[in-house]
């Protein structure tokens, strides 16, 4: 099964590992993986701050990028709602809007491509600590994963996952709010965290690097002793090493 990697922005310059996490990691289940080296910023900020003009010449831009793909996989809910927001940004470009259908229908974000294009729950990951997961707003509400994540950490060996309390809660980041809203964003964090806390979390999970980066942040400023992982790098874990002590 042929997919493209689309890396996201903060995946491509912040978190390098989520990057090669998700690539090993669809590698190991059978894909080839190409990286399309044309690809951009899916325009969400743009979007979002109401730039809908500007916003439609970097999604022509990506509906051409990724054209000839038969998947494209992120590590981010957030962005591949976006990319799923492009048939109605091109609801009055007829011939646009279908070649935006097209893409949303192919893109997924990597934990739904696994569960639901792969058929797979189990992908034979390791990972002994005490963790928790945060449900991104945008990948829950937008792009309606909700399931996928759990049932793939509910598999991975030495791994127990505490539920989080009030995980439909935002964590303040959302993109430019955390800028506009500074102090809204600093206290919405905070109860994040808080909740992290609460049911003695060694690690914090999720699945859009916007959140972690958010959530981490804060984390590292109180000098709090927890871990923060994409689940991708969950997913990835041990395998590698174990394939490297067999060799």
């Known amino acids: 099964m042929k997919v493209s990697l689309f890396i996201t922005c903060l995946a491509d310059m912040f978190y390098a590992n989520v990057g090669k996490s998700s690539v090993e990691l669809l590698e ?38 990724f054209e000839q793909s038969d998947y494209v996989v992120a590590p981010s809910g957030s962005c591949v709602a976006m990319l799923h927001e492009y048939p109605h940004l091109f609801k009055e470009e007829k011939s646009w809007q279908e070649k935006a259908e097209k893409l949303a229908a192919k893109s997924y974000e990597l934990t739904q491509f696994i569960v639901d294009v792969l058929k797979v729950e189990d992908v034979q990951a390791s990972l002994p600590a005490c963790a928790t997961y945060h449900r991104s707003c945008h990948m829950t509400r937008l792009l309606g994963v909700k399931d996928a994540p759990l049932k793939l950490l509910s598999h991975v060996d030495g791994l127990q996952v505490n539920s989080l309390p009030n995980s439909e809660n935002c964590c303040g980041f959302g993109g430019t709010f955390s800028v506009k809203m500074g102090p809204i964003s600093e206290q919405m964090v905070q109860e994040k965290v808080d909740s992290v806390e609460a049911v003695n979390a060694d690690v914090l999970i999720g699945a859009d690097c916007g959140c972690l980066m958010n959530i981490g942040g804060y984390i590292n400023r109180q000098n709090k002793p927890i871990k923060v992982m994409h689940i991708a790098e969950v997913l990835n874990s041990e395998v590698k090493k174990h394939a490297d002590e067999n060799r």
Do not use: W
């Not at 439609?56 to 990028?65: D, L, N, Q, R, S």
């Open 28 to 65: 190991r289940l059978g894909c080839e993986v190409d990286f399309p080296e044309q690809q951009t910023c899916c325009g969400q900020v743009s979007y979002n701050s109401g730039y809908h003009k500007e916003t439609k010449e970097v999604a022509k831009h990506m509906i051409k990028t």
